[in-house]
């Protein structure tokens, strides 16, 4: 996405050596339950290590003190590590009440405000962030970045 202006919260890191056979299967798992999905989304990274997803269309964005130009904003981001697979949702930075609607398996796997770490992700975890990613874009849609 050269030249394109988008917002992110991403931030610069170095490649991840010999990450473990879980975690790039796992990695892989975590995109394959974002693909029916990418009608919405724009993929922005697709890498060995990170992969992200940002709305197609600019948007303005004009929320408190996060003011911004036109920009293409941010859904999701999954970054490979050595053990894990870490997954940004960035709904729950612009719906602070989102998180209430979260399952309690998912919960445990909470490490930061919309970051979850994953080492591995069963049917019943799987179903759960679907249905999370659902909710993420309806949230989206309401806002109009998407359509």
């Avoid at 056979?21 to 724009?42: C, D, G, N, R, T």
């Avoid at 960035?90 to 970051?115: C, R, Y």
């Amino acid at each position: 996405m050269k030249g394109s202006q988008y917002i992110s919260f991403r931030r610069k890191r170095n490649k991840i050596s010999d990450p473990s056979p879980a975690a790039l299967a796992l990695f892989s798992q975590l995109k394959e339950v974002f693909k029916p999905y990418h009608e919405y989304f724009e993929i922005s990274i697709d890498t060995s290590d990170e992969f992200e997803a940002v709305t197609k269309n600019e948007v303005r964005v004009n929320r408190g003190s996060f003011r911004t130009g036109a920009s293409k904003i941010s859904f999701l981001l999954i970054r490979l590590n050595k053990e894990f697979v870490k997954l940004q949702f960035h709904a729950l930075f612009l719906d602070k009440n989102m998180i209430d609607t979260v399952s309690p398996e998912l919960l445990m796997l909470k490490t930061h405000a919309i970051t979850f770490q994953f080492k591995k992700l069963d049917p019943t975890l799987q179903t759960q962030l679907d249905t999370l990613i659902q909710q993420g874009i309806e949230l989206y849609k309401i806002l109009k970045y998407i359509r």
